[in-house]
């Protein structure tokens, strides 16, 4: 069998608070194959981010398993990249690409000539010693995706970022991310709750119920590309995309509301 870059089969992740705990997502069966881009889509609080912090190894999952290429579940082969750059002020452009390659569990990465390399492939090269309030949002957001790949990571984990961007900069940088992406062969994870951003980044879109989250539907859609966002094969699926998203969340809300009435009834009892 192949080796793919994450396998998770039974995927459930709970916080211990109170009695039962906070179920956040569960059921999660999953699969990346190497030098794809899934979107991860769904409502806010169904769990994709904790989803991605796990595959991280930020956390752990409470029950089911989790591998991570053939290292047996080693995060050495993961980066993230968040919302917010979270690029260190009093260092350059090129301190800040440099920082992760000072660990020790990164030195596997180290090469004379490669960030100077990267830094010309991410078109930063010009800014190597400009500072982070010298750069505009998009050029930090490419800083800080230029430091993940720098410790040359299997898989590559990006929680909406591209959400405090304005559209114009998000549009560029979409187109940006996937003439990097087929440049360097990445395999990519990118959480989103925008439909259009799924549709037109992910080779396949997986969405996610309203929390506690699990995988509800999976679409199979070819490639991505910077022509693509034109590709008129692709409205059936946004629009079948954009109704299951409405479908999960009629049906969330009718939920909550069923059972806000029935603690109300309850409350209303204790007091008769």
Request: net charge negative; glycine share 10%; proline share 4%.
């Amino acid at each position: 069998m192949a080796v793919v870059p994450l396998r998770i089969a039974g995927g459930a992740k709970r916080y211990p608070d109170g009695p039962r705990g906070t179920l956040i997502f569960h059921g999660i069966d999953l699969e990346v194959e190497d030098g794809e881009i899934l979107a991860l889509l769904g409502p806010s609080g169904c769990g994709k981010s904790t989803l991605l912090r796990v595959i991280a190894g930020l956390e752990e999952l409470s029950e089911g398993a989790i591998e991570i290429g053939s290292e047996g579940g080693s995060t050495h082969s993961v980066g993230m990249v968040f919302q917010q750059p979270l690029l260190l002020p009093w260092l350059t452009v090129v301190q800040n690409v440099e920082l992760g390659l000072r660990y020790a569990a990164n030195r596997h990465a180290r090469e004379d000539g490669a960030v100077d390399e990267l830094l010309r492939e991410f078109g930063l090269a010009e800014l190597a010693n400009a500072y982070p309030e010298q750069l505009s949002g998009g050029q930090a957001q490419r800083v800080s995706f230029a430091r993940t790949i720098a410790t040359r990571p299997r898989l590559v984990l990006l929680d909406e970022p591209f959400a405090a961007l304005d559209p114009l900069t998000r549009s560029a940088l979409q187109n940006w991310l996937l003439a990097i992406q087929q440049s360097l062969g990445l395999t990519i994870i990118i959480v989103t709750h925008d439909v259009e951003e799924a549709v037109y980044l992910g080779d396949r879109v997986a969405l996610m119920s309203p929390g506690p989250g699990t995988i509800r539907h999976g679409w199979q859609l070819g490639r991505s590309s910077v022509e693509r966002r034109s590709d008129r094969r692709l409205a059936t699926a946004r629009e079948e995309i954009l109704a299951r998203y409405r479908d999960l969340d009629v049906a969330s809300r009718t939920e909550s509301t069923a059972l806000a009435t029935a603690g109300a009834r309850t409350l209303s009892s204790r007091h008769v």
